[in-house]
């Protein structure tokens, strides 16, 4: 299999819906608990994240999940957010071990959030941006900044 596009060796990237409320909170709360610099992201709405979703054999509209793709492998729903919980600092990291959980565990808990994100969090009208911690933390940041 190819690399992934878009990331350099030892990079990996999460991909979220970039128009959910809890999504885009969730990568607030990475950012803002210091999630390893080699953790990129990019919205499943970009060209950079639908390219990633078509390299990792999903569909590219209507995804309703998180994804990480890291070492040329992928994971969805809870086991993403579970891996890149394993990038961060204590004590945040302990809770990756939850990545050993029988997935029909918890992806239970996920789908039922993930099914009512709008409802409960809410969403926005377009695409919503972020602010990094760093140039080239987003996907299409680096695009841009090589122009």
Same mark, same amino acid.
């Given at each position: 299999?190819?690399?992934?596009?878009?990331?350099?060796?030892?990079?990996?990237?999460?991909?979220?819906?970039?128009?959910?409320?809890?999504?885009?909170? $969730?990568?607030?709360?990475?950012?803002?608990?210091?999630?390893?610099?080699?953790?990129?992201?990019?919205?499943?709405?970009?060209?950079?994240?639908?390219?990633?979703?078509?390299?990792?054999?999903?569909?590219?509209?209507?995804?309703?999940?998180?994804?990480?793709?890291?070492?040329?492998?992928? $994971?969805?729903?809870?086991?993403?957010?579970?891996?890149?919980?394993?990038?961060?600092?204590?004590? $945040?990291?302990?809770?990756?071990?939850?990545?050993?959980?029988?997935?029909?565990?918890?992806?239970?808990?996920?789908?039922?959030?993930?099914?009512?994100?709008?409802?409960?969090?809410?969403?926005?009208?377009?695409?919503?941006?972020?602010?990094?911690?760093?140039?080239?933390?987003?996907?299409?940041?680096?695009?841009?900044?090589?122009?």
């Amino acid at each position: 299999m190819s690399p992934p596009p878009y990331l350099q060796p030892g990079e990996s990237v999460v991909l979220y819906d970039g128009v959910c409320k809890l999504c885009n909170g $969730w990568v607030n709360f990475l950012l803002r608990h210091r999630v390893a610099r080699q953790v990129r992201f990019a919205s499943v709405q970009s060209e950079e994240g639908k390219t990633l979703l078509k390299w990792a054999g999903l569909p590219q509209e209507n995804v309703s999940t998180i994804v990480y793709i890291a070492d040329q492998q992928h $994971w969805l729903r809870a086991q993403a957010v579970f891996r890149v919980m394993q990038k961060m600092a204590a004590p $945040w990291r302990f809770l990756s071990v939850l990545r050993h959980f029988p997935d029909s565990i918890s992806n239970f808990a996920y789908d039922r959030i993930a099914l009512n994100r709008y409802k409960l969090f809410g969403r926005y009208d377009s695409q919503h941006s972020l602010t990094p911690d760093y140039p080239g933390r987003f996907l299409h940041q680096k695009e841009k900044s090589a122009e």
